[in-house]
């Protein structure tokens, strides 16, 4: 303990979620102002950043970014544990060492183990002298926990016993058991890491065997009997901070304090984080119900939007024909945030989402069905400080309550006759503005000066109306101002989707997690699905399609290619078993080629996956409309295990080399696996790709045909091919055959102005058929060749898109981001207002590229990064540009070393930032000098780089 001690007549009062005891003293507070006031300022940096969250549906993917994270496991699914753990987490797990709550087993121990009752939570004090207490501890509450893999434990409520405890022989009596106990748990359990709730008068006792302490209500508190925010008193925060400050200087060890901010008061959230830091102290500032990812040492940015459709409205109620994902989730990919669906008329989220989602945004063609239980939801999110964007239909009438929030009023008997557009600014004519404007009936007139009109029109009555409006709490864009549809399917943009989301949802600039590039170059992938593998060529001698694209192009673009089969159509229990002796062969000698990645095309190629039961007898090819659902294998019940797993078997024991197994399937049909099917590849450790038809094209150059990268669905994430296959550009091969060559237009739409997608060359073993085919599929790759690209494999590439879902992008209290997690995708596009990344100073950063389509800064691949920024480019060495991946970097003082590897392509690296270095580099041919020196290899790996700039 401090060599000074406060001497004060002590008054406890139970005020918060952790029941931690807020104790006031006076006398000689002043004399021990200026010995406490130390190291006020000391830096956070060398001590833990620390997240507390006792909420449902654990948010792992923001937890993770801290160097500690406390849960409550009964809250944690199946797996969150290893997750939360993966990029150097330590989870700790939350245990009432003094009462037991009314929820969990406490009441099977006997009434004389308890003493007390808190009311204010419902739970019970317990007598920490009885052994059946210590006993329940031990083997009811940690020993579970060890089992399931935690080692690491919060210990809270230690001060309880004071409920109950108004003597000095009986405070010290449940000091000196609650001592026992804590050693108890240390011997019990060897390594196991405790962190305490307060227990300041045990401190000295138990230093040795804790890890950190953390205090409750410093400068802002939450009162349970109230159910309110407020400020602490002076006297009291001095009290704690001289208790934190003694934990920290004294005993060496973590301090922490919790304190409580309104959930919409982020701004107040972040000061309070700031001013804890400040005085040394590790912060966590979140709600009351610490049910809310506040703010710490790092602020986790929200990655992640709440994204609200109606199943009713789509086919078979799939998300993935849902206006909502089909309109708003490339948008926001592109922003860099993944969405999370919920169907409206499903359970929706009752934890705080301010600080957990972005936004929440919403896509409906009509009203809800629930609309009472969806107006209070939606008013609570919006109280909370939570932004809604809402488009098509609101889903509910704008009246009451929620027409006083966004400050506007239905506009009643708007007629769709003589509509006219009276005024609009940049947000309208994306790609175009109506000549001749229609309505769906609906419209507001502006009741808050606050609002932000983007788009005002007249009836022909002469009424205005504002289908497009912005304010404080989100924006509204009525149907049809999104999206204008024309004949034959087609549609564009009349609305700025990105505009309009940023603006808002008030997306902050910040770094962009983006998954079509790498060190500077875009990604380029090959993926080949397995349909017509044992057709025969429009070729001199009726080849093999299979023969023919092996000779004419797999063996001539040696870049990385993911090949797949249908085992069903080749094997010899499939639907061709006379030719399975010709076509395995070819198999074969495809999957022995270095360059060629194994995938499957799944056993019976199932058209349309949502028609389909398993266990249904499917031999004889059900059709629904004329249209098949599989293939007709005969006697063949659906099974997804077969599907995927038993394709995958079939091609790693007869058709894969030695060394080689499959990497990925390739989703058949219209590409819409269920989440069952999804969960076997995953299990099973395969990637997994294709599906959503991205085709736009320069005839028709709008993004409503530019599709989104991922489909979440339930616990699993289906990776979506960047473009789809020639069978679109060629009509189903029925013409023209040489329309594949189109995707070069698609290739182009969504690399400028804004790189949407990467490079896709993806196509069937149709494309051998014809001459005309096989001709544009060699212009393609002519195309893609001439490009700037990282070549990678399919699976490579659903990796990195995978990984982009979760990777964690963090506000720090110095000004500076943490990266957390980008292990597969490695880059982030860096807002122009942000500036430069400090090569020198940052962790992990290994370059930078400026481009039109903006500013590329490229990471190692270590779990953790930190980003520190500059006003300008860095004058350091750095990786300006390269068709590979980085392996290794290490940059210390003025000299780097790196490593790199391509996938099957000549390695070659740009360097920038080399003036005045020496740069070695064996095997390199080198081009240029002073400040970029280019490194060309005839392999595809570098060995040691390295930079010595003295």
């Given at each position: 303990?401090?060599?000074?001690?406060?001497?004060?007549?002590?008054?406890?009062?139970?005020?918060?979620?952790?029941?931690?005891?807020?104790?006031?003293?006076?006398?000689?507070?002043?004399?021990?102002?200026?010995?406490?006031?130390?190291?006020?300022?000391?830096?956070?940096?060398?001590?833990?950043?620390?997240?507390?969250?006792?909420?449902?549906?654990?948010?792992?993917?923001?937890?993770?970014?801290?160097?500690?994270?406390?849960?409550?496991?009964?809250?944690?699914?199946?797996?969150?544990?290893?997750?939360?753990?993966?990029?150097?987490?330590?989870?700790?797990?939350?245990?009432?060492?003094?009462?037991?709550?009314?929820?969990?087993?406490?009441?099977?121990?006997?009434?004389?183990?308890?003493?007390?009752?808190?009311?204010?939570?419902?739970?019970?004090?317990?007598?920490?002298?009885?052994?059946?207490?210590?006993?329940?501890?031990?083997?009811?509450?940690?020993?579970?926990?060890?089992?399931?893999?935690?080692?690491?434990?919060?210990?809270?409520?230690?001060?309880?016993?004071?409920?109950?405890?108004?003597?000095?022989?009986?405070?010290?009596?449940?000091?000196?058991?609650?001592?026992?106990?804590?050693?108890?748990?240390?011997?019990?359990?060897?390594?196991?890491?405790?962190?305490?709730?307060?227990?300041?008068?045990?401190?000295?006792?138990?230093?040795?065997?804790?890890?950190?302490?953390?205090?409750?209500?410093?400068?802002?508190?939450?009162?349970?009997?109230?159910?309110?925010?407020?400020?602490?008193?002076?006297?009291?925060?001095?009290?704690?901070?001289?208790?934190?400050?003694?934990?920290?200087?004294?005993?060496?060890?973590?301090?922490?304090?919790?304190?409580?901010?309104?959930?919409?008061?982020?701004?107040?959230?972040?000061?309070?984080?700031?001013?804890?830091?400040?005085?040394?102290?590790?912060?966590?500032?979140?709600?009351?119900?610490?049910?809310?990812?506040?703010?710490?040492?790092?602020?986790?940015?929200?990655?992640?939007?709440?994204?609200?459709?109606?199943?009713?409205?789509?086919?078979?109620?799939?998300?993935?024909?849902?206006?909502?994902?089909?309109?708003?989730?490339?948008?926001?990919?592109?922003?860099?945030?993944?969405?999370?669906?919920?169907?409206?008329?499903?359970?929706?989220?009752?934890?705080?989402?301010?600080?957990?989602?972005?936004?929440?945004?919403?896509?409906?063609?009509?009203?809800?069905?629930?609309?009472?239980?969806?107006?209070?939801?939606?008013?609570?999110?919006?109280?909370?400080?939570?932004?809604?964007?809402?488009?098509?239909?609101?889903?509910?009438?704008?009246?009451?309550?929620?027409?006083?929030?966004?400050?506007?009023?239905?506009?009643?008997?708007?007629?769709?006759?003589?509509?006219?557009?009276?005024?609009?600014?940049?947000?309208?004519?994306?790609?175009?503005?109506?000549?001749?404007?229609?309505?769906?009936?609906?419209?507001?007139?502006?009741?808050?000066?606050?609002?932000?009109?983007?788009?005002?029109?007249?009836?022909?009555?002469?009424?205005?109306?504002?289908?497009?409006?912005?304010?404080?709490?989100?924006?509204?864009?009525?149907?049809?101002?999104?999206?204008?549809?024309?004949?034959?399917?087609?549609?564009?943009?009349?609305?700025?989707?990105?505009?309009?989301?940023?603006?808002?949802?008030?997306?902050?600039?910040?770094?962009?997690?983006?998954?079509?590039?790498?060190?500077?170059?875009?990604?380029?992938?090959?993926?080949?699905?397995?349909?017509?593998?044992?057709?025969?060529?429009?070729?001199?001698?009726?080849?093999?399609?299979?023969?023919?694209?092996?000779?004419?192009?797999?063996?001539?673009?040696?870049?990385?290619?993911?090949?797949?089969?249908?085992?069903?159509?080749?094997?010899?229990?499939?639907?061709?078993?006379?030719?399975?002796?010709?076509?395995?062969?070819?198999?074969?000698?495809?999957?022995?080629?270095?360059?060629?990645?194994?995938?499957?095309?799944?056993?019976?190629?199932?058209?349309?996956?949502?028609?389909?039961?398993?266990?249904?007898?499917?031999?004889?090819?059900?059709?629904?409309a004329g249209y098949a659902y599989n293939l007709p294998l005969k006697n063949y019940r659906f099974d997804l295990e077969r599907e995927i797993a038993g394709s995958t078997r079939y091609i790693n024991d007869h058709l894969a080399p030695p060394g080689k197994k499959v990497k990925a399937v390739l989703w058949s049909g219209n590409a819409l696996p269920p989440e069952k099917a999804l969960a076997i590849a995953e299990r099973i450790g395969i990637a997994n790709i294709n599906g959503a038809d991205t085709h736009v094209m320069s005839d028709n150059p709008t993004l409503t045909d530019v599709m989104p990268m991922l489909r979440p669905l339930g616990d699993h994430i289906q990776v979506y091919s960047p473009q789809t296959n020639e069978n679109v550009y060629t009509n189903n091969m029925?013409?023209?055959?040489?329309?594949?060559?189109?995707?070069?237009?698609?290739?182009?739409?969504?690399?400028?102005?804004?790189?949407?997608?990467?490079?896709?060359?993806?196509?069937?073993?149709?494309?051998?058929?014809?001459?005309?085919?096989?001709?544009?599929?060699?212009?393609?790759?002519?195309?893609?060749?001439?490009?700037?690209?990282?070549?990678?494999?399919?699976?490579?590439?659903?990796?990195?898109?995978?990984?982009?879902?979760?990777?964690?992008?963090?506000?720090?209290?110095?000004?500076?981001?943490?990266?957390?997690?980008?292990?597969?995708?490695?880059?982030?596009?860096?807002?122009?207002?942000?500036?430069?990344?400090?090569?020198?100073?940052?962790?992990?950063?290994?370059?930078?590229?400026?481009?039109?389509?903006?500013?590329?800064?490229?990471?190692?691949?270590?779990?953790?990064?930190?980003?520190?920024?500059?006003?300008?480019?860095?004058?350091?060495?750095?990786?300006?540009?390269?068709?590979?991946?980085?392996?290794?970097?290490?940059?210390?003082?003025?000299?780097?070393?790196?490593?790199?590897?391509?996938?099957?392509?000549?390695?070659?690296?740009?360097?920038?930032?080399?003036?005045?270095?020496?740069?070695?580099?064996?095997?390199?041919?080198?081009?240029?000098?002073?400040?970029?020196?280019?490194?060309?290899?005839?392999?595809?790996?570098?060995?040691?780089?390295?930079?010595?700039?003295?």
């Amino acid at each position: 303990m401090s060599t000074f001690r406060l001497l004060f007549d002590e008054t406890c009062v139970a005020t918060n979620r952790a029941r931690v005891w807020r104790c006031t003293g006076v006398a000689l507070l002043a004399a021990f102002l200026a010995v406490f006031s130390v190291n006020a300022n000391a830096d956070v940096d060398n001590q833990p950043s620390v997240a507390i969250y006792y909420g449902n549906d654990v948010p792992v993917a923001m937890l993770d970014q801290f160097d500690w994270a406390v849960v409550e496991s009964e809250h944690m699914g199946e797996g969150q544990l290893d997750a939360l753990e993966q990029y150097g987490t330590q989870a700790f797990a939350y245990v009432s060492l003094g009462e037991a709550e009314h929820w969990r087993a406490g009441e099977t121990l006997p009434n004389e183990a308890f003493k007390a009752r808190n009311e204010g939570w419902n739970s019970q004090a317990a007598d920490l002298t009885r052994k059946e207490w210590g006993d329940y501890i031990i083997n009811k509450r940690i020993r579970p926990l060890w089992s399931e893999g935690y080692r690491a434990v919060f210990l809270d409520t230690l001060d309880s016993y004071r409920l109950f405890a108004t003597d000095d022989e009986s405070v010290k009596a449940q000091q000196q058991a609650l001592v026992a106990l804590i050693k108890r748990i240390r011997t019990e359990f060897p390594g196991v890491k405790l962190l305490l709730n307060r227990g300041f008068e045990i401190l000295d006792q138990v230093r040795s065997d804790i890890v950190g302490v953390a205090a409750e209500s410093l400068y802002k508190s939450w009162d349970v009997r109230t159910q309110s925010y407020r400020d602490v008193k002076p006297e009291d925060t001095q009290y704690v901070l001289d208790r934190l400050r003694e934990v920290r200087n004294d005993y060496g060890l973590p301090a922490i304090a919790i304190d409580y901010v309104d959930p919409a008061d982020r701004d107040t959230a972040r000061a309070t984080a700031r001013r804890i830091a400040d005085d040394g102290i590790v912060p966590w500032v979140s709600n009351g119900a610490l049910n809310q990812v506040g703010v710490g040492s790092i602020e986790p940015m929200p990655r992640k939007v709440l994204v609200l459709y109606d199943a009713s409205e789509s086919d078979y109620g799939e998300l993935a024909y849902s206006s909502a994902h089909l309109n708003i989730a490339m948008p926001l990919e592109y922003l860099g945030y993944g969405a999370v669906y919920k169907d409206v008329d499903g359970a929706l989220p009752d934890d705080t989402l301010r600080g957990r989602y972005a936004g929440v945004v919403s896509w409906f063609l009509t009203g809800v069905g629930a609309q009472a239980n969806y107006r209070d939801w939606l008013l609570k999110q919006m109280r909370d400080g939570v932004p809604v964007a809402l488009l098509g239909d609101p889903g509910i009438p704008v009246t009451g309550e929620l027409s006083e929030l966004m400050g506007l009023q239905a506009v009643p008997s708007i007629t769709d006759q003589g509509l006219a557009v009276v005024d609009h600014d940049d947000f309208l004519g994306f790609e175009g503005m109506p000549e001749k404007p229609a309505m769906s009936g609906s419209g507001y007139s502006v009741v808050d000066d606050k609002v932000n009109v983007h788009l005002k029109v007249r009836d022909g009555n002469g009424a205005e109306f504002v289908p497009v409006a912005t304010g404080d709490w989100g924006g509204v864009a009525l149907s049809p101002w999104a999206i204008q549809q024309g004949l034959a399917d087609q549609s564009r943009w009349i609305l700025d989707p990105f505009k309009f989301i940023k603006t808002a949802l008030a997306l902050p600039d910040m770094p962009v997690a983006d998954a079509t590039t790498e060190n500077g170059s875009r990604y380029w992938m090959t993926e080949v699905d397995g349909d017509a593998f044992n057709s025969r060529a429009s070729a001199p001698g009726s080849p093999f399609n299979a023969q023919l694209l092996l000779d004419r192009i797999l063996k001539k673009y040696r870049v990385p290619t993911t090949v797949s089969v249908i085992t069903g159509e080749i094997g010899p229990d499939g639907l061709y078993p006379e030719l399975t002796d010709q076509v395995e062969p070819i198999a074969r000698e495809i999957f022995k080629l270095p360059w060629v990645e194994i995938g499957t095309h799944t056993y019976s190629h199932p058209f349309e996956w949502l028609g389909l039961t398993e266990g249904e007898l499917t031999g004889a090819g059900r059709t629904a409309a004329g249209y098949a659902y599989n293939l007709p294998l005969k006697n063949y019940r659906f099974d997804l295990e077969r599907e995927i797993a038993g394709s995958t078997r079939y091609i790693n024991d007869h058709l894969a080399p030695p060394g080689k197994k499959v990497k990925a399937v390739l989703w058949s049909g219209n590409a819409l696996p269920p989440e069952k099917a999804l969960a076997i590849a995953e299990r099973i450790g395969i990637a997994n790709i294709n599906g959503a038809d991205t085709h736009v094209m320069s005839d028709n150059p709008t993004l409503t045909d530019v599709m989104p990268m991922l489909r979440p669905l339930g616990d699993h994430i289906q990776v979506y091919s960047p473009q789809t296959n020639e069978n679109v550009y060629t009509n189903n091969m029925t013409g023209p055959l040489w329309g594949y060559r189109r995707v070069i237009e698609s290739y182009k739409i969504t690399n400028e102005p804004r790189r949407l997608k990467p490079i896709d060359i993806y196509f069937h073993f149709y494309s051998a058929t014809y001459p005309a085919s096989l001709k544009a599929l060699n212009q393609v790759f002519s195309y893609a060749l001439s490009q700037q690209t990282v070549p990678v494999y399919a699976s490579t590439y659903s990796r990195i898109a995978r990984n982009w879902y979760d990777v964690g992008v963090a506000r720090t209290l110095d000004g500076g981001w943490q990266i957390t997690g980008a292990t597969q995708m490695r880059t982030v596009r860096l807002p122009e207002r942000l500036g430069w990344p400090d090569v020198r100073t940052s962790r992990g950063v290994v370059g930078v590229r400026d481009l039109t389509q903006g500013r590329y800064v490229a990471l190692s691949g270590e779990p953790r990064v930190k980003l520190n920024l500059a006003s300008g480019a860095p004058s350091v060495p750095y990786v300006h540009r390269s068709n590979g991946r980085i392996t290794q970097w290490r940059h210390s003082g003025g000299d780097v070393t790196l490593e790199m590897a391509a996938e099957h392509v000549p390695l070659e690296i740009e360097l920038a930032g080399t003036a005045g270095c020496r740069v070695s580099a064996n095997g390199a041919s080198r081009r240029g000098g002073g400040n970029t020196v280019t490194l060309r290899y005839t392999g595809s790996t570098s060995g040691p780089v390295r930079i010595d700039c003295g």
